[in-house]
Each structure stands twice: as structure tokens, then as C-alpha cells.
Nanobody
Framework: QVQLVESGGGLVQAGGSLRLSCTASGRTFSNHVMGWFRQAPGREREFVASISGSGSAAYYRDSVETRFFISRDNARNTVALQMNNLKVEDTAVYYC?????????????????WGQGTQVTVSS
């Protein structure tokens, strides 16, 4: 049984930083792409970042590419999202996801395991 547990959300002022973490269990971690998605109130869930199974490649949505950094530690079965220079529009529930295969993926359909989500609130 795959389980993903996120931590690290909270309230921060615009311009600040937060680091989200996700710990996975249930299957061989390095065999799976990992991703972060987010859902703001009244909006559909959207892709944020993806990292390949080995951690050698990453992909971001345009609006976060210069501010967010995704990383993974395959020895610890963890993936992190470092979020810098946060903006009010980054406010959302952030979800960790684990996908099929090792290649990068931005589509939700590629992911078959999801965490419970963690709230990130950015105040002006």
C-alpha cells in the first residue's frame, strides 16, 4: 500500500520561503517519478513541479520555475519542494504525488498515489 505524507505547510508573508517535504512508503521509491501539485480555492488542481526517478531531471510550471526547487533523496524516500519569493497567488493546498515510471510528468493522469495535502498561505 502506497502512502505519501506531506509536511511543512504554513502561513508566510509575501517574499518569504517555505519548504515542503513528502515521505513515501509502499514501493521502491527510485522507480517512480515524483511531483507536486496545488489547488487554490475555487480552482482546479494544477501541476507545480516534477522530478525524475533518479533526480537528474526536473520540470516546473512557468510561474514557479525561477522560485521553486524540487529535490529528492532516494535513500530516505523523500521529496521536497523549496519555495522562495512566495507570492499571494501561490496560496493553495499542495499535494505530493507519485507516478508510474521514472520519467518527468506534468499530467495528473500519470500519477497514481497522492498525499493528503498541506496548506500554504501567503499573506500580502
Amino acid at each position: 500500500q502506497v502512502q505519501l505524507v506531506e509536511s511543512g505547510g504554513g502561513l508566510v508573508q509575501a517574499g518569504g520561503s517555505l519548504r515542503l517535504s513528502c515521505t513515501a512508503s509502499g514501493r521502491t521509491f527510485s522507480n517512480h517519478v515524483m511531483g507536486w501539485f496545488r489547488q487554490a480555492p475555487g480552482r482546479e488542481r494544477e501541476f507545480v513541479a516534477s522530478i525524475s526517478g533518479s533526480g537528474s531531471a526536473a520540470y516546473y510550471r512557468d510561474s514557479v520555475e525561477t522560485r521553486f526547487f524540487i529535490s529528492r533523496d532516494n535513500a530516505r524516500n523523500t521529496v521536497a519542494l523549496q519555495m522562495n519569493n512566495l507570492k499571494v497567488e501561490d496560496t493553495a493546498v499542495y499535494y505530493c504525488a507519485q507516478g508510474r515510471g521514472i520519467g518527468l510528468a506534468s499530467l495528473e493522469a500519470r500519477y497514481d498515489a497522492w498525499g493528503q495535502g498541506t496548506q500554504v498561505t501567503v499573506s500580502s
